[in-house]
């Protein structure tokens, strides 16, 4: 049997900066990934931030990986924070950009195929030197100890072979977790769903209409009647040519008034602001005459498809800040333009690109994160031990997974220089690296200047809005010594007592509806976007079919009845009183796993993400 | 330990999956207007070559008898098995060759890479007008054993021999497998169901470091290309070419509609004589599939 010192369970940005760490340190690693390639299973909002907390130290991303800010495909450094509370057309706007500072070094809008392409790529040398290195198309089934106590890990597609240490990187769907028994599986409570879509408008265009440069972007949240009376709310992070559109609502939430998370998200992309956010040029075809012969018909057909190919990748190409020559490429696509409206009666108008749909559960840290992240020599990090940070409307789970990397990563290469796996030395040294993370310090307590800063930023919020059981609150929290008492008090009495009060309707809907509609402006669309249907959505995914289904269904219940809403990808219908499962087009989020046998797809199968 | 040589023979063939074929006047192919691409079965054959090198260790040579417009196709052969030379073989004389013409020009070319050969490889035949006849060709010229229809093979290094698994198709009866076991050197024409498997960590590691060498490599791949004319072959002119070759095309169709043909006989599954039938017939079957 081969023998190996580390395996990584997952090649997700956690999994990654752990490979990354452990050849650092010039220990033989290998991470075993179900996908077909990096970067395919990934999904983020995301903005990847890099922090200078008060106390305490963390691992940032270019602290790993030296060359970050020159050469990795990060989208856009994020310099304005937005968020905007919606309803119908009124709009109220409020500045955030000051919570979205705090304590960082920066935040980039990212998007995680390229990106963990990019992560991979800078260990696969250094983890080749000492053994290690990446196995993709790989799933990994199961985890066992031998008579002898040694670690034995099984897959789906390869040998077993022998590891001296695990680290758990599979993701907020753990099965390692499920399938030693480390912790229980996330509960409707703890969990957040997010539903993503990627619109395509060129650079110069997202530019222009964010009020940025090519290097900078904008950020932009949502609450208010958009969330179709949730707690959550919507987000637009701008890339570099793309943007990045979606929806994160608590779970429990949900599973109390069901709605459709693609219903959601078309909210969102209605709201009139989004529109006018999203909106591009779009060439329209002019249908072609059925009375022509078959062969003419698909001459049109091929000759329209390729000029509008050439007329999208031209002007992405023109409105791009990178290429050199300006004019030959602006009469190259008055060219191509020409051509389209002459030969064929192409038509322009106005509509959004929709290029991918995605969704994956998100974890709450503040109420799921694994308070021993360890089960004999497994040490679990990032999303699979539960540690994803919410605060207000920002998400951090991308900078918490790859800082719990690097502190796994040393935890075990101490273990290996000593020959030490045990509980003792290895997971209880890891848990105190943990407990000493300044983020386990934010999912357990609440930061008074960092709420500081958001009283700041409602400062000019007119206090009627707010309502009876907020403006007082509010009054008080706003003079410093009475907020440092009452945070204080919070942090001793416990965070999570006071979580139904912060994470609530009134935070999410009333509030901002009241807000939108006593003193917001009135955002007027110019179109209405032709938004996607669900079946068009998934017709765009790449899938690599599996006959075997990775979901299997336990009982009928109440549960799997709301997942006939719920499920992003509508797998469930019900039959003769039935919930029927159809895996195919499975988008993996984990909605469903609670009451299900859920894996992962095997190596390879299911849906390959482009953009993440 | 000492490398296995190998070579894989590839062609540029049409690129029939964009729809963008296109005839002459007369029915043949325009292939100055026609897309190009590395062959289906080449890059099969490539692939097959990828296993030796990642399994046992291999240095791969690829050689092709092709215009200049090759130069894609070999990059591409080259990004499929991570080969460390390419040969191209281009004369205006190599023209019109049947698939005689074609085998000297290959053979020849086969005998300037660098060492003896142990393995070449084969796409199963050209999807572009070629009867499978190229590989057996060059594998008699060379004086190589010819294994035809492989599905799998592996290769005893200490023996220096290869076992293979063939596929057989014969008249009546659903498809065989039969295992064989040959010295080295051998040309094996790949089947096209040839898929490689790496069942251990340590294999697909080694994939996945000869996958990246090769996207490098691909990258540059002119840097490895070597280009002979006949006289750089040192090709015997009375062999190659429209001259060297002994086919004569008299006539050319257009691919006509496949016919399907099946004969079926209807059984009653109450009936239990029919049942009976059946499960005779499931069984003879069964027992002529695998033969040693
Ligand atoms: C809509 C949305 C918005 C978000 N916004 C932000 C944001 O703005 N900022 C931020 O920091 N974070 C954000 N997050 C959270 C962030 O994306 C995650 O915390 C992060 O991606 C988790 O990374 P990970 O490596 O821990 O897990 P994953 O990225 O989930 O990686 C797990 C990997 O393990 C593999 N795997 C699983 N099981 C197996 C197995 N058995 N065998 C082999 N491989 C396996 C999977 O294929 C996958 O590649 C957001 C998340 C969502 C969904
Ligand atoms: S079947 Fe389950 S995991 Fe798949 S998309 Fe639907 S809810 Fe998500």
């Known amino acids: 049997m081969e023998k190996y010192d580390v395996a990584i369970i997952g090649g997700g940005s956690s999994g990654l900066a752990a490979l990354k760490q452990l050849s650092n340190l010039g220990k033989q690693a290998i991470i075993l990934e179900a996908g077909s390639k990096i970067g395919s299973k990934n999904i983020s909002g995301g903005i990847l931030y890099s922090k200078k907390p008060k106390k305490g130290k963390v691992t940032n991303v270019e602290d790993l990986y030296e060359n970050f800010l020159d050469d990795s495909p990060f989208e856009r450094k994020i310099t304005k924070y937005i968020l905007h509370s919606t309803s119908k057309d009124k709009v109220y706007s409020m500045d955030l950009t000051a919570s979205h500072e705090y304590q960082s070094n920066f935040g980039y809008s990212v998007l995680m195929n390229k990106l963990n392409s990019w992560f991979a790529k800078q260990s696969v040398d250094i983890s080749q030197k000492f053994g290690g290195g990446i196995i993709p198309r790989v799933h990994v089934r199961s985890i066992t100890w031998n008579n002898e106590g040694r670690t034995i890990i099984q897959t789906d597609e390869i040998d077993e072979f022998e590891v001296k240490a695990v680290i758990a990187a599979d993701g907020v769907n753990s099965e390692v977790a499920e399938m030693v028994g480390a912790r229980s599986k996330f509960t409707s409570m703890q969990l957040y769903q997010g539903v993503k879509v990627i619109v395509r408008i060129p650079e110069k265009i997202i530019n222009e209409r964010f009020g940025v440069n090519s290097d900078e972007g904008a950020a932009h949240l949502f609450a208010g009647d958009i969330t179709l009376n949730h707690i959550g709310g919507g987000f637009l992070y701008t890339n570099r040519d793309t943007l990045s559109i979606g929806v994160v609502y608590h779970f429990n939430s949900l599973l109390k008034n069901p709605v459709e998370p693609h219903t959601l998200i078309d909210t969102l992309l209605k709201n009139s602001m989004v529109s006018e956010f999203i909106k591009d040029e779009i060439p329209i075809q002019k249908e072609i005459d059925k009375n022509l012969p078959q062969e003419e018909q698909l001459r049109i057909r091929f000759g329209v498809a390729k000029l509008i190919k050439s007329w999208n990748d031209t002007r992405r190409n023109y409105l791009s800040s990178t290429h050199d020559n300006t004019d030959e490429l602006k009469s190259k696509l008055s060219f191509i333009q020409d051509q389209m409206v002459t030969k064929y009666g192409v038509t322009f108008g106005t509509d959004y690109v929709e290029s991918e749909y995605s969704a994956k ?216 009183g039935k919930t029927i499962l159809q895996h195919e087009g499975c988008l993996e989020c984990g909605t469903c796993s609670h009451e299900t046998e859920w894996r992962h797809p095997r190596g390879e199968k299911g849906v390959h993400y482009q953009y993440g | 330990m000492t490398l296995l040589n190998i070579a894989v023979v590839v062609k540029l063939e049409p690129d029939f999956s ?108 050209a999807t572009d007008g070629e009867t499978g006849q190229t590989g057996p060709q060059i594998a008699w010229k060379l004086g190589f054993t010819f294994l035809g229809n492989v599905i799998s093979y592996d290769i005893n290094l200490e023996k220096r021999t290869v076992t293979a698994k063939r596929l057989l198709s014969l008249r009546g009866i659903s498809d065989l497998i039969q295992e064989i076991e040959a010295p080295l050197p051998v040309f094996i024409a790949i089947d096209p169901s040839y898929k490689y498997y790496f069942s251990t960590a340590s294999l697909r590691l080694t994939a996945e470091k000869y996958q990246r060498e090769a996207h490098e490599r691909a990258n540059n791949y002119k840097d490895r290309l070597q280009t002979f004319d006949s006289e750089e072959l040192g090709a015997d002119k009375t062999l190659v070419g429209l001259v060297g070759s002994p086919t004569i095309v008299y006539d050319v169709q257009r691919v006509p509609q496949g016919k399907v043909i099946r004969h079926a006989e209807i059984l009653d599954g109450s009936n239990p004589e029919h049942i009976r039938k059946t499960v005779t017939a499931m069984r003879e079957a069964l027992n002529a599939m695998v033969i040693k």
């Open chain 1, 361 to 576: 559960l998100i974890p709450d840290g503040k109420r799921c994160r694994m308070k021993k992240p360890f089960f004999k020599n497994i040490l679990f990090v990032g999303d699979a031990a539960g540690r994803g940070i919410f605060v207000g409307p920002r998400i951090e789970g991308l900078n918490v997974g790859i800082d719990d990397a690097v502190r796994a990563a040393n935890a075990v290469a101490r273990a290996i220089d000593k020959n030490d796996f045990s509980q003792r030395y290895l997971g209880e040294y890891y848990s105190q690296l943990i407990d000493e993370s300044p983020y386990t310090t934010d999912m357990n307590q609440i930061d008074k200047d960092y709420l500081k800063i958001f009283l700041d930023a409602t400062k000019n919020v007119p206090k009627d809005s707010i309502g009876k059981r907020y403006g007082p609150i509010l009054k008080l929290m706003s003079n410093d010594t009475l907020r440092g008492i009452a945070v204080k008090f919070v942090n001793i009495l416990g965070y999570d007592k006071i979580f139904s009060m912060i994470e609530s309707e009134d935070t999410y809907v009333k509030i901002p509806i009241q807000l939108a509609e006593k003193h917001g402006k009135i955002v007027s669309s110019s179109y209405s976007p032709n938004i996607l249907s669900l079946a068009e959505r998934i017709e765009k995914l790449n899938y690599t079919e599996d006959h075997v289904s990775h979901i299997i269904i336990l009982k009928d219940s109440e549960f799997m009845k709301k997942m006939i809403v719920l499920c992003p990808a509508k797998c469930f219908t019900e039959e003769g």
């Open chain 2, 18 to 125: 964009e729809g963008s074929i296109s005839y002459n006047p007369d029915g043949t192919l325009n292939r100055s207007q026609t897309k190009s691409t590395l062959g289906p079965h080449s890059k099969i054959a490539a692939q097959a070559a990828f296993y030796a090198k990642v399994k046992y260790g291999a240095k791969i040579s690829i050689g092709t008898m092709s215009g200049h417009i090759a130069n894609s196709a070999l990059q591409m052969a080259m990004e499929t098995c991570d080969a460390e030379v390419l040969h191209l073989y281009n004369d205006k004389i190599f023209a019109g060759a049947d698939t005689i013409g074609t085998a000297e020009v290959l053979k020849k070319g086969i005998e300037k890479m660098d060492g003896k050969m142990d393995i070449v490889f084969s796409g199963h035949r």
